[in-house]
């Protein structure tokens, strides 16, 4: 019940600048006391917090969500991306999310890439970010330091 002054509490102990942070939304999270979460979502944007609505497309997808809370970027679900080359509709439902967020002046992240073929057509659709399994798979802190070092050499040659 007091979400908002919970989260302010640890932003202010933790010192954290909220121009840096980016909080994940479900719909369904917000589906159990809509007018609740629009006004906590309201007073986190005021100070600096912004938010992505993940699995854009599937559940209790609304419009409404997205013309009415303070949301700066979505994130299509992988259901559709992995039926990329399968069904036509998935094309057309990915063309239309990538065009509505960015009349809203939002980014789109596609989640779930897998082959250059989905990467390709997500870059034509100049979807803003792409995650997956095509660029790397889950890794340790560890292994994720080298793959990126390495990674880095290689942009540099």
């Given at each position: 019940p007091k979400m908002t002054e919970t989260i302010f509490r640890i932003i202010f102990n933790a010192n954290v600048d909220t121009s840096l942070l980016e909080l994940e939304l479900t719909e369904s999270a917000m589906m159990h006391n809509p007018e609740y979460a629009q006004r906590c979502l309201r007073e986190l944007n005021q100070l600096g917090v912004s938010f992505a609505l993940d699995d854009f497309g599937?559940?209790?997808s609304s419009l409404s969500n997205l013309q009415h809370l303070p949301i700066s970027l979505v994130k299509i679900d992988k259901s559709f991306i992995q039926d990329l080359g399968k069904s036509a509709d998935a094309e057309h439902i990915i063309r239309a999310i990538i065009t509505l967020a960015h009349s809203?002046?939002?980014?789109?992240?596609a989640e779930g890439v897998e082959t250059k073929e989905q990467l390709e057509f997500l870059q034509q659709q100049h979807c803003d970010e792409i995650q997956g399994f095509y660029?790397?798979?889950p890794m340790p802190w560890e292994e994720l330091v080298q793959f990126l070092t390495h990674q880095n050499r290689s942009a540099c040659l």
């Open positions: 599937t559940g209790y809203l002046h939002m980014s789109v992240v660029f790397a798979r």
